[in-house]
């Protein structure tokens, strides 16, 4: 019912920037929550970043004041400003979803929705 399609990865020098953006589609009444995460090799998948469709965000330590994330409540779409990028934020990045409420419905999805991933690379 619900798609997550990510874009905007690449390869990057360090100290350079990128802009990925996830776009939801299907019967989407509403989201609460968007966010961020980014899984590199050999390690878990971890939050990076998340925001409510009021606007609250949270951030991973490792990217605060590197990383904003943003949305467009209109669009069903979360961007994600990565600036100061470093080769330790090389990763797999991946789009979730939660609190989805289907048109039609009152109550939100029980289960979250993910994107298939976008790589970045950022190495010199």
């Known amino acids: 019912q619900v798609q997550l399609v990510e874009s905007g990865g690449g390869l990057v020098q360090p100290g350079g920037s990128l802009r990925l953006s996830c776009a939801a589609s299907g019967s989407i009444f509403s989201i609460y929550y968007m966010g961020w995460y980014r899984q590199a090799p050999g390690k878990q998948r971890e939050l990076v970043a998340g925001i409510t469709s009021g606007g609250r965000t949270n951030y991973a330590d490792s990217v605060k004041g590197r990383f904003t994330i943003s949305r467009d409540n209109a669009k069903n779409t979360v961007y994600l400003q990565m600036n100061r990028l470093k080769p330790e934020d090389t990763a797999v990045y991946y789009c979730?979803?939660?609190?989805?409420?289907?048109?039609?419905?009152?109550?939100?999805?029980?289960?979250?929705?993910w994107g298939q991933g976008t790589q970045v690379t950022v190495s010199s």
């Open positions: 979730n979803t939660e609190g989805v409420i289907i048109i039609g419905t009152k109550t939100p999805q029980p289960d979250d929705y």
